[in-house]
């Protein structure tokens, strides 16, 4: 179906591999329109509870921007890739569903602004990140500039993206810029392992909970709280909320049904 993304569906895990290997994974218009066709596909997919984003091979999640494209830019063409990008960003980071970035090597550029959007950050202990755009005359522009201060703190923000410096996985763990950092080939089972936790609690609370907590992101704390309150009222109104703490009084599994 997709030139440049393989989809893989094992049980409710669908697994997105960014699948451009000769190019360590870089991305361009298509792939971006391509992973943004998959999300929507994910999303319609009621059998699908949980998405993981990674990248073909053992060298790279996503290099960053394919170069021979970014030099080809003018201001019109730049605008709509930059466009294009915060558009599929922002659908991976309001996505109901979890996506769960595995980060299997380079994550440069663009690549590290995709994992920026994701809801959880697994990184296998080859990997590398960084925002080297500076370097190249530019500045990251698929929201690495917004988001990345949001997740590691103005400081390690600025000081990344001023010298373009690319961190270890231990170095990125230690920020907070990842969750975890696991052996290579360990990086696919814990993927799964996390997924299937996640699988295993209420789902329309964990879409709830994504809803309140990309709410943070546009509005001050006050608002915030406000808003958390009218969602927790929306879960009290899930048959969700009703097994749960039933089963939890009967000292049994919950039998979720994600509603």
């Known amino acids: 179906m997709y030139k440049n993304l393989l989809v893989e569906k094992k049980g409710r895990i669908a697994t997105l591999t960014i699948n451009r290997p000769e190019k360590l994974n870089a991305v361009n218009f298509e792939v971006l329109e391509e992973i943004e066709n998959a999300l929507y596909d994910c999303k319609k997919d009621s059998t699908i509870g949980v998405i993981i984003l990674t990248g073909a091979g053992e060298k790279s999640f996503v290099a960053g921007s394919d170069i021979s494209l970014?030099?080809?830019?003018?201001?019109?063409?730049?605008?709509?890739?930059?466009?294009?990008g915060h558009r599929v960003l922002?659908?991976?980071?309001?996505?109901?569903?979890?996506?769960?970035?595995?980060?299997?090597?380079?994550?440069?550029?663009?690549?590290?602004?995709?994992?920026?959007?994701?809801?959880?950050?697994?990184?296998?202990?080859?990997?590398?990140?960084?925002?080297?755009?500076?370097?190249?005359g530019l500045i990251p522009g698929h929201g690495g500039t917004q988001r990345l201060a949001?997740?590691?703190?103005?400081?390690?923000?600025?000081?990344?993206i001023l010298t373009g410096k690319t961190l270890s996985?231990?170095?990125a763990l230690k920020i907070g810029l990842v969750n975890m950092v696991v052996p290579l080939d360990e990086l696919r089972k814990t993927l799964e392992e996390i997924s299937n936790t996640i699988l295993s609690k209420s789902l329309?609370?964990?879409?709830?909970?994504?809803?309140?907590?990309?709410?943070?992101?546009?509005?001050?704390?006050?608002?915030?709280?406000?808003?958390?309150?009218?969602?927790?009222?929306?879960?009290?109104?899930?048959?969700d909320f009703r097994e749960g703490?039933?089963?939890?009084?009967?000292?049994?599994?919950?039998e979720f049904k994600g509603q």
């Open 70 to 84: 970014l030099s080809t830019f003018n201001p019109t063409t730049g605008i709509n890739y930059a466009k294009l």
């Open 90 to 136: 922002n659908k991976i980071q309001n996505s109901p569903k979890p996506v769960i970035a595995g980060i299997n090597g380079y994550a440069l550029g663009s690549g590290c602004e995709i994992i920026l959007a994701c809801h959880i950050r697994i990184a296998a202990s080859n990997a590398k990140f960084g925002l080297p755009e500076v370097g190249l």
């Open 150 to 160: 949001r997740i590691v703190g103005m400081g390690n923000a600025t000081e990344m």
């Open 169 to 171: 996985a231990q170095d």
């Open 204 to 239: 329309s609370a964990i879409k709830i909970a994504l809803k309140a907590i990309n709410f943070n992101f546009d509005h001050p704390l006050k608002t915030g709280l406000r808003k958390e309150i009218e969602l927790f009222k929306e879960c009290l109104m899930q048959n």
């Open 245 to 254: 703490t039933k089963a939890f009084m009967e000292k049994r599994k919950p």
